[in-house]
């Protein structure tokens, strides 16, 4: 049980260290119009690992595997994330 809870808390930390990635891409300057692949990095990456979060939550709980589920939470952020980051670099 107290493995799963700090996993838990270990993945929504990379939840929101994803999330705050996502906030500099937002913060970025523009210079003109965003291009729609940049359009869909920045909604990638300021949602996506947030739907992940929400996604884990509900595997977890029609499964009953939590650890895994949290698992699969901190790679889903990463990737949203990182997705993201390179479909908006700016």
């Known amino acids: 049980m107290l493995t799963a809870v700090l996993a838990w808390l270990a993945a929504l930390g990379v939840c929101v260290s994803a999330v705050l990635v996502g906030q500099s891409v937002r913060s970025a300057p523009r210079r ?51 997705t993201g980051l390179v479909l908006a670099p700016r």
Not at 54 to 75: E, F
């Open 32 to 82: 003109r119009r965003r291009r729609p692949a940049a359009r869909i990095g920045l909604l990638l990456s300021l949602s996506g690992p947030w739907l992940s979060v929400l996604a884990a939550l509900g595997y977890a709980a029609l499964t009953g595997a939590w650890l895994p589920a949290a698992a699969a939470l901190a790679i889903a952020a990463t990737v949203a994330a990182l």
